[in-house]
């Protein structure tokens, strides 16, 4: 049935384009969504609304005709159904990518601290989502943002899992009076973003007198990624979740995870290996000695799963934008190799003027899995391409840690991103112009060894080399030192 645009009531149940007890109907009608703008469905005398959830209310008014309320409840309670609108943005391929990561709910910290996870408003509302991805224009009216993809996303058990892990983490630092020292980087998929504008007010919070930035409940920016690359290997424009297949390594089972945290499991599938040589460690895992550069990180990955060469590209990992790291501490304690990211995608940090959006700020305020080695008076002998001998000291397994960079830190963090940003902005894309190593700042650029001739997209035009985000290796002995 299709409704005349031009009225100004709500239709009754029965005139309803879809069934609103059912989450199928809900989710195929929003499929004539796709492709098109709410431009396309607005009534005469729609006073259009204004603000950041905006666009969500609108596409509920407009396209769904659902009255504006500030219900608990899911949007479509009746189906347990919750609408969610979240932007994609171009990448220098033309492909689509995530933009942010996708808010769920305010937080209001006294509810929290009365709430657990079957109680809160997330787990309420959130486990059944409808979530409309739309391409984002800068200065675009937003009914005339184009509608991509549409998906029925339903949060699989083990996820629900971690997540309720992650609320619990944020609740518990709510119910010590530390709801201002929070941090994305405290949980894997569930986050507590920063909301409102550059320079509210903080807000009350229970059993402290210090007041807390607003945040958030969000799915992570890299859980939100995964959902796309499970709507791209659909290869259409809508997907339904409930015959979801994981492609990637699974390092958990939700079994395990009804018993042991996220963090337990993983710690104690290295820990306990402590003490152990390369060498040693290679003969366990009946792996051959190897001569490359990352040979420590491959066998910090084979230790948690000899299934996987990389542990960063297995499904959990890539859903919490967790890192592991690996550092090599010397004889005498320190730590002589800085520590080097992704390379700057110029594009990104050219379009985006605002730090907790930027690809960095992601990066940087994600957890770290630290995993360290020290040397072990062992040698491996190899010869090299150009058939020179190479006697090389190994390292044993000295232990393992999870971190997240510090409030203190990331304001160092944001000086840094400013840096880089108003580089690029003015065209000074060289090192001369960026941090230094030797400016004591935690963080430098400089490009990786056998990247620095390639060339990257200018977004002032042309081509510039390729640059990326480094610790410093004095910072990493500060993170070390710390976490002894």
Request: with cysteine.
């Amino acid at each position: 049935m299709v409704l005349p645009r031009k009225m100004r009531t709500l239709p009754t149940p029965s005139e309803l384009p879809y069934d609103k007890t059912s989450a199928i109907s809900i989710f195929d009608y929003s499929k004539g969504l796709l492709e098109k703008s709410l431009r396309e469905f607005v009534w005469e005398g729609y006073v259009p609304k204004q603000g950041k959830g905006a666009l969500g209310q609108m596409v509920e008014n407009i396209y769904f005709f659902l009255e504006t309320n500030s219900n608990p409840a899911s949007d479509f309670s009746e189906a347990g159904l919750e609408l969610k609108c979240t932007p994609l943005k171009h990448g220098t391929k033309a492909q689509y990518l995530i933009k942010e990561r996708l808010v769920c709910n305010m937080m209001d910290y006294f509810e929290v601290a009365k709430q657990d996870f079957e109680h809160s408003h997330f787990f309420l509302k959130c486990q059944l989502l409808l979530i409309l991805f739309y391409l984002h224009q800068a200065d675009c009216d937003k009914l005339d943002l184009e509608f991509i993809f549409s998906v029925l996303w339903r949060l699989p058990e083990k996820d629900l899992l971690i997540i309720r892990h992650d609320y619990e983490t944020i609740r518990e630092k709510v119910l010590r009076g530390e709801a201002h020292l929070l941090s994305e980087g405290d949980t894997e998929y569930l986050g507590a973003c920063r909301k409102g504008q550059k320079g509210d007010e903080p807000v009350l919070q229970p059993y402290s007198t210090e007041r807390a930035n607003k945040r958030a409940f969000s799915l992570k920016p890299a859980y939100m990624r995964t959902v796309l690359e499970y709507i791209h290997a659909q290869g259409e424009k809508a997907v339904v979740n409930y015959t979801y297949q994981v492609k990637d390594v699974q390092l958990f089972e939700a079994e395990e995870l009804r018993t042991h945290s996220f963090d337990d499991i993983l710690l104690d599938r290295l820990n306990q290996h402590i003490g152990k040589s390369y060498l040693e460690l290679c003969d366990f895992l009946g792996k051959r000695y190897d001569n490359d550069k990352s040979k420590y990180a491959h066998i910090s990955s084979k230790l948690i799963d000899p299934a996987i060469g990389n542990v960063n590209l297995s499904e959990e990992f890539k859903k919490a934008g967790l890192q592991l790291k690996t550092i090599r501490i010397e004889t005498d304690g320190s730590i002589r190799e800085s520590m080097s990211f992704e390379n700057i995608d110029y594009q990104e940090i050219y379009d985006n003027d605002y730090w907790p959006d930027s690809r960095l700020y992601e990066v940087f305020s994600g957890r770290f899995l630290f995993v360290l080695f020290k040397p072990d008076g062992g040698e491996l002998t190899y010869t090299n391409r150009k058939g020179v001998t190479i006697h090389e000291k190994t390292y044993a397994l000295d232990r393992a840690f999870f971190w997240t960079m510090p409030q203190e830190d990331l304001l160092v963090a944001e000086e840094y991103w400013e840096n880089i940003r108003q580089c690029v902005i003015n065209n000074h894309i060289d090192p001369k112009y960026f941090f230094k190593l030797q400016d004591h700042k935690h963080f430098h650029v400089r490009p990786k060894a056998k990247v620095a001739t390639d060339l990257a997209e200018n977004p002032n035009g042309g081509y510039a080399k390729k640059y990326c985000y480094w610790f410093n290796n004095e910072y990493i002995q500060k993170i070390e030192r710390e976490n002894r």
